[in-house]
T-cell receptor
């Protein structure tokens, strides 16, 4: 089983550029979420989804968009990258949201 | 908003010894879940242990156990017989229902644990 797959693993952007971080899971999980991890801050929830067509904001949603057109995929879009979005991004999924989260391996993003 | 506090930014322990990592949280909820996640240098997030708030019995997973004090809003992690592979960042996390069948997970800032040979 692949589990949760995130691409790319590393990315460098210039300020103002847009990009999409991809996340896919093959466990038929309904719940998917995106976190960012900054030094000394732990992980903070950006957006989450409880099923196809349903998304909601987390703690730090500004500057990010998500959509959930299929159960498997939950991409995260940066509309206009800013240096403050330099971080490590994790995608995670679970069956119901209150169980163990399965994490992807993370994307290290640098915005110059 | 829920807050999760890990008051020990860094800790160290001798191999084979026991160490306890502390975590406190603030909530008015009665139904919630608590977790400890481990993040080794590989960056992978790994679930260590999970506790349901309505269960009075403390969760255990092999060498890992928790001391869950609901009234004190405390959720500490005890690692027995520490091994070099336990060296990692440890995150305490709180999860509550947030409506429409969804849940929100809030993490503490983490404790960096070093196991010394």
């Amino acid at each position: 089983n692949a589990g949760v797959t995130q691409t790319p693993k590393f990315q460098v952007l210039k300020t103002g550029q847009s990009m999409t971080l991809q996340c896919a899971q093959d466990m038929n999980h309904e719940y998917m979420s995106w976190y960012r991890q900054d030094p000394g801050m732990g992980l903070r929830l950006i957006h989450y989804s409880v099923g196809a067509g349903i998304t909601d904001q987390g703690e730090v949603p500004n500057g990010y968009n998500v959509s959930r057109s299929t159960t498997e995929d939950f991409p995260l879009r940066l509309l206009s990258a800013a240096p403050s979005q330099t971080s490590v991004y994790f995608c995670a999924s679970s069956n119901t949201g209150r169980e163990k989260l399965f994490f992807g391996s993370g994307t290290q993003l640098s915005v110059l | 908003a829920q807050t999760v506090t890990q008051s020990q930014p860094e800790m160290s322990v001798q191999e084979a010894e026991t160490v306890t990592l502390s975590c406190t949280y603030d909530t008015s909820e009665n139904n919630y879940y608590l977790f400890w996640y481990k993040q080794p240098p590989s960056r992978q997030m790994i679930l260590v242990i999970r506790q349901e708030a309505y269960k009075q019995q403390n969760a255990t997973e092999n060498r890992f156990s928790v001391n869950f004090q609901k009234a004190a809003k405390s959720f500490s992690l005890k690692i027995s017989d520490s091994q070099l592979g336990d060296t990692a960042m440890y995150f305490c996390a709180f999860m509550k229902p947030s409506g429409a069948g969804s849940y929100q997970l809030t993490f503490g800032k983490g404790t960096k644990l070093s196991v010394i040979p």
